[in-house]
């Protein structure tokens, strides 16, 4: 027999999935793949805007960070990062053409430096000799 945290966490998928459009291809890589329904940050809230529709890749990624307490929305050391910030500074990375300078990537996305290099740590992108970030 189920628990009744597990029920209850049943219900809130099955009512989040009901209520939340499903998208075409995944929300953070915008591949067409298999989706899941993911908790932005594990609280399971019943609000739609905490749930993203996500690959199984990019939610093993995220799932990773979470386990591994690389990611906390309210940690104000900056020794976190938002899964939103990371998400920014991926989309940025994808849509640019050349390389980029990290002061470019602050000024278009809004973020700090140090999220930003962790961003980029987690991300795995590389910076060139000459200090530009590059594009893959």
Same mark, same amino acid.
């Given at each position: ?8 966490? #049943?219900?809130? @998928? ?5 209520? /939340?459009?499903?998208?075409?291809? *995944?929300?953070? %890589? +915008? !591949? &067409? $793949?298999?989706?899941?329904?993911? #908790?932005?940050? @594990? ?5 739609? /805007?905490?749930?993203?529709?996500? *690959?199984?890749? %990019? +939610? !093993? &990624? $995220? ?74």
């Amino acid at each position: 027999m189920k628990s009744y945290r597990a029920n209850a966490y #049943s219900k809130l @998928h099955v009512w989040i999935a009901e209520n /939340k459009p499903k998208p075409e291809s *995944c929300e953070r %890589c +915008h !591949k &067409k $793949k298999k989706l899941d329904l993911s #908790s932005n940050d @594990h609280k399971y809230t019943g609000d739609i /805007k905490d749930w993203e529709w996500i *690959c199984r890749s %990019c +939610h !093993k &990624k $995220k799932d990773h960070l979470i386990k591994n307490k690389k990611y906390d929305p309210n940690d104000s050391k900056r020794k976190n990062i938002n899964v939103a910030t990371l998400k920014k500074v991926e989309d940025f990375l994808k849509a640019q053409k050349k390389p980029v300078y990290k002061s470019e990537i602050v000024r278009s996305v809004g973020v700090d430096y140090d999220s930003l290099n962790l961003a980029l740590g987690m991300l795995k992108i590389k910076i060139k000799n000459d200090g530009r970030i590059k594009i893959c």
